[in-house]
């Protein structure tokens, strides 16, 4: 089949809970406070960057007492702030019913102007629903809860009257004003790698956001998804995480790599508590325990390390396979964002400023 490549897009993980590497490095302090956050985001707006993702965690998923960034109040703090970036906000539906979730998406859509989207997370973290007393069911009963809820929530937040019948929610007529302002949504991401995580993003989707993997992975994700009904929705597009480590040599990036791997041995405890807290059935975390990286959501798993030139080729290589949006991690944070900015971007924009149309093999 034939897929249309758009432009690519480059977006960066809020800090929500401090570095995604490694909790004790000394050159990026832990903080995932406000300002932080705030400070980074605007940053990155005026860098070029063209989205950022903001995690949802009610407490902290690597220590209960660290500080944990709220998502839905920050992003529309950010909205208001900025004036060109896409905020993503994560929501896990087991937390927020969904027309009141509607709501607050479409209000801040109102507030940014058209720049706001979710990204609809099915919930790993068992404490974080179970010491609230919310039951966290079994992994696929979750994405057949999420797909209900979504089934509620697109209908909202374009506006329409939802009467719905349904095992988890009942509407009678339930309208929102004001809806339209901007466009007749705010855009969906959806993640996951499960069979009913790849249903759903089919289903209810507009982009895919697939954890760090490597290059040949991820063409056969995006070729087992794209060839999946839409029932006249628009074509599927597709987004990828990634950390990235680039220095002016492949060796200098690779020394850089060993030295963030042998910070985040020292999180070996907390990392620990992490496993034993996420649901053994989790998809991404399977991904993740295949190869060894640093990072979060895959992480080095993409392979975005070595010299500027070979990061900025192995980004091409993924954008002909499909992926936009590469939202990207780095640690130390603002410096090495910066320098994405300053080395990467100018290798790889001039080769895709307008749309490409790829050809892929039939399978």
Avoid: C
């Avoid at 702030?81 to 929501?91: G, M």
């Avoid at 759903?200 to 040949?216: E, H, R, S, T």
Wanted: aromatic share 8%; proline share 7%; net charge neutral.
């Amino acid at each position: 089949m034939e897929l249309v490549t758009p432009r690519m897009r480059f977006g960066i993980w809020a800090l929500v809970h401090g570095s995604r590497a490694a909790l004790q490095d000394p050159d990026e302090p832990y903080d995932a406070s406000w300002v932080r956050n705030r400070d980074l985001i605007l940053e990155a707006e005026a860098l070029g960057f063209d989205s950022t993702l903001v995690a949802q965690h009610t407490i902290n998923p690597h220590k209960p007492d660290l500080a944990q960034l709220e998502a839905w109040t920050a992003s529309a703090a950010i909205a208001a702030l900025t004036s060109r970036i896409e905020i993503i906000t994560a929501i896990k539906p087991l937390l927020y019913h969904p027309a009141v979730l509607a709501k607050m998406a479409m209000q801040i859509e109102e507030i940014s102007g058209g720049r706001f989207a979710i990204n609809l997370v099915n919930a790993w973290n068992k404490p974080e629903l179970e010491r609230a007393g919310i039951p966290f069911p079994p992994h696929d009963e979750r994405y057949a809860y999420g797909h209900e809820w979504l089934q509620v929530v697109e209908p909202l937040l374009r506006g329409e009257a939802v009467t719905f019948e349904g095992r988890h929610f009942q509407l009678d007529g339930y309208a929102l004003r004001p809806a339209g302002i901007h466009r007749s949504r705010p855009r969906i991401y959806v993640g996951g790698e499960s069979e009913p995580a790849r249903a759903l993003v089919a289903d209810k989707g507009d982009v895919w956001f697939i954890n760090g993997q490597p290059l040949a992975d991820v063409q056969a994700l995006i070729a087992d998804v794209a060839r999946r009904p839409r029932d006249g929705a628009p074509p599927l597009r597709f987004g990828l995480s990634a950390f990235v480590i680039a220095r002016p040599t492949d060796e200098e990036a690779h020394a850089a790599l060993q030295h963030l791997a042998a910070l985040a041995e020292k999180d070996t405890a907390l990392r620990a508590v992490q496993k034993t807290n996420t649901d053994p059935e989790s998809v991404m975390a399977k991904t993740m325990a295949r190869f060894p990286r640093v990072g979060s959501n895959g992480g080095t798993g993409a392979g975005l390390v070595g010299s500027y030139d070979t990061v900025a080729s192995r980004i091409l290589a993924f954008h002909d396979a499909g992926i936009e949006t590469f939202m990207l991690q780095f640690q130390p944070f603002e410096a090495e964002m910066r320098r994405f900015a300053a080395e990467i971007m100018p290798r790889v924009r001039p080769s895709v400023a307008a749309p490409r149309r790829v050809r892929r093999a039939r399978s």
